[in-house]
């Protein structure tokens, strides 16, 4: 068996990007292959700032033969009246290169067909690749491009060499002027600044060692972990920070943890302000001591060898120094202004210009609180939430906004209720990140939200299947997330509403729209917790107004689904459901004189003694054991629709059936549309 080892080299890639487009690329070589009929064995990918790689094994020498079956003229046409092949059916079989007596007559949907079948020779793998191989490279989609040859070939940095090799061999073809070979290139500055020769793929990760550069992601993220260990001090520990390490080792080649100091008298400034200015401007590690306090140093990824005068260390002190010093500078005059006194200033700070100022933004947040919530605390906090957007500290770190004004609220003396929502109201960034732990902060969070993504569409400003620069759609994720985990019992319509009051013009289309979203933020974050996708078909039925009940009947639901009267029950419901669909009518309240059959009657009765049981269930939010007592109908259900005609000619018989089944279902639908349930359990993919 083979191997086929293809490296794209370039200028540097955003270490943010390097995953994505590695993605893509071993995933558009492999479709290339399985859709030509090729089995692929085992794929590994290679990556650096400077290289995107893929190395394929297990490859055969070329394609299977296979056949092909090709439909020619129809049989009245192929053959005259003496059963003689016509000029048509020689043509044919001239065509596809097989003698006339080889060819056959089909039957097919059109009538009687003149086909050939023939063995087409399979391709040599290799050829099928270098054909490929320029459009799976050109194919990759970036979130950024750039222009720089005549023919405006757009890609995310420019194209310096290709490395493609199948076994020993070099795979020939050309992209925008580069031309394939067996050279790469080692570190830009440790690599001795030639190419380096790779004779076949089994040599490819130690040739590129030997010249500073660690291709496997792997392997520089274990001597980055274990350089951060043995930096670090006794008695201190790095500050966790997973999304760094996965930065650094995209940012570095051939990476080594350098470990630099700060002077201690910038610990007076927030822990969030130095974390902030060492991870997110210098991609700088945070060291702490055993009770988690901050500690005067911190660890840093070279991509070099290591610092044997020490002057690179000096550099990146000097460096931290200087932006410390400006947090500093910054953090003492900001607070000489209060959050109160800066309010009014946030009418020249524009949110949107189809959406006005933060000031306005701030009246409008408040309002929706007001709905949410009597809470004067909570009202303090929503007037001071953006005003933290005029002080210096935040303009030069934005990513500090909401922090900030939570920490200047502390530092004032304000309460404590009223400074962590502000402190948390941005939270959760991301589907990973936690939401706010107090419940001011998940009512501050959830009006922003909700005024954002409304406003928005208010404006015409909606995401699309590949746009969403607002983004929208996490905002509304993040407000799921926030009613889900502080269990809110808040209408998803009343928060709508509320903040459709906000804005001009807001009629009952945009908010339909606006509520698609955020029920598909729902649907999407309970599917990641595990529900399956009928379980959520049958709960979204029934109404996901208030989401983190419709979050405990997907429990309840999927925790019974697979009980057999419940099953059974599942199927009857379906039943049930077909027959009251067809019915458009409106009928009348259901007479006990008019249960003619002792089936009916039978099943009313049930449903009338479980019902008060129920109701009361429901109101508890107990839902599974409302599905559990509705589960205990089955009997009478089944007998119900083996024993009575439920489409009767007696119009009156007709309408008092139906309006049982209404009751009954209705019953149902305050839990599920358990018609949605597949019996089958599907396996999750």
């Known amino acids: 068996m083979n191997k086929f080892l293809f490296e794209l080299g370039t200028e540097e890639i955003p270490a943010d990007m390097i995953a994505g487009g590695l993605e893509q690329l071993s995933r558009g070589l492999r479709a290339v292959l399985e859709e030509n009929g090729v089995e692929v064995g085992a794929v590994s990918e290679f990556s650096s700032p400077r290289r995107l790689a893929v190395l394929i094994e297990g490859l055969p020498e070329r394609q299977e033969d296979r056949e092909e079956t090709v439909q020619g003229p129809p049989r009245s046409i192929a053959f005259d009246d003496q059963d003689q092949p016509t000029a048509a059916a020689r043509g044919f079989a001239g065509k596809v290169g097989v003698a006339v007596q080889e060819l056959e007559v089909a039957e097919t949907d059109r009538g009687e067909y003149l086909v050939a079948r023939r063995t087409v020779e399979g391709l040599p793998v290799p050829d099928l690749l ?9 194919g990759i989609s970036w979130p950024k491009t750039m222009v720089w040859t005549e023919s405006r070939f757009r890609f995310i940095r420019p194209l310096r060499w290709l490395l493609a090799l199948w076994n020993g061999e070099v795979l020939d073809f050309e992209l925008e002027g580069v031309h394939s070979g067996r050279s790469t290139h080692g570190h830009r500055f440790l690599g001795g600044g030639g190419p380096v020769e790779v004779a076949h793929p089994d040599g490819y990760v130690e040739a590129l060692r030997q010249h500073f550069v660690l291709v496997d992601l792997e392997e520089r993220r274990a001597k980055i972990a274990r350089e951060l260990q043995q930096q670090t001090p006794e008695g201190s520990s790095v500050l966790p920070d997973p999304d760094l390490e996965r930065t650094v080792a995209f940012l570095n080649e051939f990476p080594t943890v350098l470990r630099g100091g700060f002077q201690e008298r910038f610990l007076e400034i927030p822990r969030e302000v130095l974390v902030t200015v060492m991870r997110h401007h210098q991609k700088y590690f945070a060291l702490v001591d055993a009770e988690g306090r901050l500690q005067p140093w911190f660890l840093t990824v070279l991509n070099t060898e290591a610092d044997a005068k020490g002057n690179i260390r000096k550099g990146h002190e000097r460096v931290l120094e200087a932006r410390l010093e400006d947090a500093a500078f910054f953090w003492n005059t900001d607070r000489q202004k209060p959050l109160a006194e800066r309010v009014e200033a946030l009418a020249e700070v524009m949110f949107q210009k189809e959406l006005g100022s933060y000031l306005q933004k701030t009246e409008r947040i408040r309002a929706i609180c007001a709905g949410l919530a009597d809470d004067p605390r909570l009202d303090e906090a929503a007037r001071l939430c ?8 935040v303009f030069e770190m934005p990513e500090l906004q909401g922090i900030m004004g939570g920490l200047y609220a502390r530092a004032e003396g304000l309460p404590e209720p009223v400074w962590k929502a502000i ?4 939270r959760p960034l991301a589907f990973e990140d936690d939401p706010p732990q107090t419940r001011a902060g998940a009512l501050l969070s959830l009006a922003d939200r909700a005024d954002t993504v409304v406003g928005c569409f208010s404006a015409g400003i909606r ?7 607002f983004g929208l759609r996490r905002q509304a994720q993040g407000a799921v997330q926030i009613l889900l985990e502080h269990r809110l019992e808040v209408s998803l319509g009343r928060l709508l509403e509320l903040a459709a009051r906000g804005f001009e013009g807001v009629g009952p289309d945009v908010l339909e729209q606006v509520r698609e979203i955020f029920e598909g933020r729902v649907r999407y974050v309970l599917r990641e917790k595990g529900f399956d996708y009928d ?5 979204f039925a029934a109404g996901v107004d208030n989401v983190y009940q419709a979050s405990r009947r997907c429990e309840a639901l999927q925790g ?16 049930m459901r077909n027959i009251l669909t067809k019915e458009t009518d409106e009928l009348p309240p259901l007479r006990e004189d008019l249960l003619a059959e002792k089936a009916e009657s039978n099943l009313y009765q049930a449903f009338s003694r479980l019902q008060p049981g129920v109701d009361e269930d429901l109101e508890a939010g107990n839902y599974a054991e409302v599905l559990r007592a509705l589960a205990g109908l089955r009997a009478p259900v089944d007998r119900f629709f083996d024993d009575v005609m439920v489409l009767t000619e007696e119009a009156d018989l007709r309408r008092n059936r139906l309006r049982l089944l209404t009751d009954l279902s209705a019953l149902f639908l305050q839990v599920a549309d358990i018609s949605e349930v597949v019996v089958a359990r599907p396996s999750r993919p």
């Not at 270098?130 to 050109?138: C, E, F, Q, T, Y």
């Not at 402190?423 to 941005?426: F, L, N, P």
């Not at 019974?560 to 039943?575: C, N, Q, S, T």
């Open 463 to 469: 995401p699309t299947s590949s746009s969403d620069p």
């Open 130 to 138: 270098a054909r490929a191989l320029p459009a799976v490279v050109g």
């Open 560 to 575: 019974i689904r697979g009980e057999a009267d419940f099953e059974a029950l599942a199927v009857a419901f379906k039943r």
């Open 386 to 393: 953006k005003a933290d957007l005029t002080c210096d500290m």
């Open 535 to 539: 379980v959520l078909n049958a709960v």
């Open 423 to 426: 402190y948390e109201h941005y």
